[in-house]
C-alpha cells in the first residue's frame, strides 16, 4: 500500500513537471516566434520617411499637381501606418490566443494520460480505495460510497487496523488481540488475532462480492452484476 502511494506521488509530481515543462517551451517557442515576426515586419513610419526624403531632395517640384501628388503620397503613408500598427495587434491577439490553446491542450493531454494511467492502475488492482469511513454507531464502513454493515468485533479489528494504517504500524495477531482486549501482548495469542482477521476478511468479503459480483434480486434471484460481454468461460 505504501509502495502504491509513493507511485502515485511520483506520478503525479512527474506530470506537474511535465506540465510545467510544456509550458515554459511553448510560451518559449511563441515568444521567439512572436520576436522574429515583429523584427520582420517594416517599420511603421518607413513610407512617411521615404515621402519626406522626396520632399527635401526635390526642392524643384513647385507645381500644384506634384506637391498634390506628394500630399497623396503623404497621406498613403499615414494610412499605411496605422494599416501596419493595427496588423502587429491582430498579429500580438493571435499569439497570445495561440498560447492559451497550446497550454490548454497540453494540460487536457497530461490530464488524460494520467487518467488512463489511473484506470489502468484500478483495472489491475480490481478495486481501488479512495475513502474509507467507519461509523462506529451504526456499526458500518463505507468503502468509496458503499455502505457495509459489520459485527461489532470486526469493527473493533477494523478500527484498530484503521489506526494502525495512519501511524504507519503493522501489527501481529497478538498486539492486535492485545490492544481490543486490553491485556499485553505478551499474554495474548497469536491465533485469536489471525481469527479476528479472518471473520473480518470474510464478513466484508461476503458483502463485498456480493454488492460488486454477485447481484441478489430482491423475489427474483441470483446474477452477476457485471457486463456480459466480459465474460469467457475457458
Known amino acids: 500500500m505504501k509502495e502504491t502511494s509513493a507511485t502515485a506521488a511520483e506520478a503525479r509530481r512527474s506530470g506537474n513537471r511535465v506540465v510545467v515543462l ?17 523584427l520582420s515586419l517594416p517599420d511603421a513610419n518607413a513610407f512617411n520617411a521615404r515621402v519626406e526624403r522626396i520632399f527635401v531632395e526635390n526642392d524643384t517640384l513647385t507645381a500644384d499637381a506634384e506637391i ?3 500630399e497623396i503620397l503623404a497621406l498613403s503613408g499615414t494610412a499605411f501606418s496605422e494599416t501596419l500598427t493595427s496588423y502587429r495587434m491582430v498579429i500580438f491577439v493571435l499569439l497570445v490566443f495561440a498560447a492559451a490553446l497550446l497550454v490548454a491542450a497540453l494540460v487536457f493531454l497530461v ?30 464502513v463505507y468503502l468509496n460510497n458503499m455502505g457495509f454493515t459489520l459485527t461489532a468485533a470486526a469493527m473493533e479489528t477494523l478500527a484498530v487496523l484503521a489506526e494502525a494504517r495512519m ?4 501489527l501481529t495477531g497478538a498486539e492486535i488481540e492485545a490492544v481490543i482486549s486490553g491485556r499485553n501482548a505478551a499474554d495474548c ?31 427474483r434471484g441470483y446474477m452477476l452484476a457485471i457486463d456480459k460481454d466480459v465474460i469467457q468461460v475457458i
Open 22 to 38: 510544456g509550458v515554459v517551451a511553448i510560451v518559449a517557442i511563441l515568444s521567439l516566434a512572436a520576436i522574429f515576426l515583429f
Open 68 to 70: 498634390k501628388l506628394l
Open 111 to 140: 490530464m488524460l494520460v494520467a487518467m488512463n494511467r489511473r484506470m489502468a492502475q484500478i483495472e489491475r488492482s480490481g478495486i481501488q480505495v479512495s475513502s474509507l469511513l467507519i461509523s462506529r454507531e451504526e456499526n458500518a
Open 167 to 170: 501511524d504507519d504500524d503493522v
Open 189 to 219: 495469542d497469536e491465533a485469536a488475532g489471525a481469527t479476528r482477521i479472518k471473520r473480518l476478511r470474510d464478513t466484508l468479503g461476503n458483502q463485498m462480492v456480493s454488492e460488486l459480483l454477485v447481484k441478489n434480486i430482491a423475489r
